[in-house]
């Protein structure tokens, strides 16, 4: 069974860095895209950016690059998102999902999530 | 990069059909992917390439496309079945990068 579970619920103050992680099982893990997407209180799903755990190949969306570190430990089938300085405004959801992507396929979907870790970031 | 567009907000009565659509210059090149999301839950996979249903998700939901644009359709709408909804495709860079649709409040009267 596939599976990806996430770390759990954070609350970290403004200029604080994190890094929460997304354990996947029951299927190769350096053999599929992992993505992140963000999801801000009472509002859309945002994708965050990806990356595949066989190369470390990491792909973001302009909207967060420089913003976030995504990363991947192979070795403990785990990937990461991280911050070096969280805002208040990067209180959210934050989701990861196994990506089917392929260069030569018009398929792309995230066909498992995470339950998600709810990231609060206050003074 | 790209965008999907869809409707904010759209009824049905129980029982009745109703079309979800997802607009966007890259769906003339990539499949859309829908999902489903529930209040306090993880976004579920209810669509994915040309009309796939994962397992376990029933045969109301289908999926179809045209030019620009992708739907979701329910047939005979359950209560159950009121949720969000939103759209993913990959972008037009063609480098794996995807976006989201703003989702789609689907209301059961």
């Known amino acids: 069974e596939v599976q990806l579970v996430q770390s759990g619920a954070e609350v970290k103050k403004p200029g604080e860095s994190l890094k929460i992680s997304c354990k996947g099982s029951g299927y190769s893990f350096t053999s599929y895209w992992i993505g992140w997407v963000r999801q801000m209180p009472g509002k859309g799903l945002e994708w965050m950016g990806i990356?595949?755990?066989?190369?470390?190949?990491?792909r973001y969306s302009p909207s967060f690059q420089g913003q976030v570190t995504i990363s991947a430990d192979k070795s403990i089938s785990t990937a990461y998102l991280q911050w070096s300085s969280l805002k208040a405004s990067d209180t959210a959801m934050y989701y990861c999902a196994r990506l089917v992507s392929s260069s030569w396929s018009p398929m792309y979907y995230f066909d498992y999530w995470g339950q998600g870790t709810l990231v609060t970031v206050s003074s | 990069s790209s965008e999907l567009t869809q409707d904010p907000a759209v009824s049905v009565a129980l029982g009745q059909t109703v079309r979800i659509t997802c607009q966007g210059d890259s769906l003339r090149s990539y499949y859309a992917s829908w999902y489903q999301q529930k209040p306090g839950q993880a976004p579920v996979l209810v669509i994915y390439?040309?009309?796939n249903r994962p397992s376990g998700i029933p045969d109301r939901f289908s999926g179809s496309s045209s030019g620009n644009t992708a739907s979701l359709t329910i047939t005979g709408a359950q209560a159950e079945d009121e949720a969000d909804y939103y759209c993913n495709s990959r972008d037009s860079s063609g480098n794996h990068l995807g976006v989201f649709g703003g989702g789609t409040k689907l209301t059961v009267l």
């Open positions: 390439g040309k009309n």
């Open positions: 990356i595949y755990p066989g190369d470390s190949d990491t």
